[in-house]
């Protein structure tokens, strides 16, 4: 998920990447970024034992979370190909908390030292963003803090390469990632994926 949706973090992030890339050092870069995969863990860890605390694992609760992570996965598809946009309105649902946390980010941002910049990288992690609140999905059927965390390092992972690029490399490699030839191809990548996950969900009914 988090390398399909390289065009969709450059729309997003790809501004602050560059930004830093031009404007500080370059292992900055990567510490804000890794600020950034932070800031998820931690999203991660508090969604995947929130679920593990209050709906311990059982028949109930992963079938619900399966399905909830499917119709997320499918939204995402839909959203990186330009068909469907639902996953706009989560983000501005979200968009009052991001206007009291960006003050702070650019604040820490425009300072020297690396624990100014990788604390603003984890400022940065609370942007809103559809593409988070799929992955998180996933981390709640995880159904503890150490899996969620673990399904969200793995998400954020995934992003590192096209924010890292934003922020090292050429312009070339900039557009071609958000170029929407390569969102939908990652887009309807997803939504096959989400159609085979909800084909092993419908199994049992036609057994």
Request: hydrophobic residues 55%; charged residues 5%; glycine residues 14%.
């Amino acid at each position: 998920m988090g390398l399909a949706g390289a065009g969709h973090c450059l729309m997003m992030c790809g501004g602050i990447a560059s930004a830093m890339g031009i404007n500080t050092k370059p292992h900055h870069v990567w510490l804000y970024n890794l600020g950034r995969v932070s800031s998820y863990m931690i999203i991660g860890a508090l969604v995947g034992g929130a679920i593990g605390f209050f709906a311990p694992e059982g028949g109930y609760t992963t079938v619900i979370l399966r399905w909830l992570a499917v119709i997320f996965l499918l939204l995402l598809g839909l959203y990186f190909t330009g068909w469907f946009a639902g996953l706009v309105y989560l983000e501005k649902a979200a968009s009052p908390v991001w206007r009291k946390v960006q003050p702070f980010a650019a604040k820490l941002r425009n300072k020297p030292g690396i624990f100014a910049t990788f604390f603003a990288g984890t400022l940065w992690g609370w942007l809103p963003c559809g593409m988070v609140y799929s992955a998180l999905s996933w981390a709640a059927l995880s159904g503890s803090a150490s899996g969620g965390a673990l399904t969200m390092a793995a998400f954020g992972l995934g992003t590192l390469p096209a924010m890292v690029a934003a922020g090292h490399f050429s312009q070339f490699l900039h557009n071609f990632l958000r170029a929407q030839g390569v969102r939908t191809a990652m887009g309807v990548l997803l939504i096959i994926y989400a159609l085979w996950s909800l084909l092993t969900l419908l199994k049992p009914f036609f057994q």
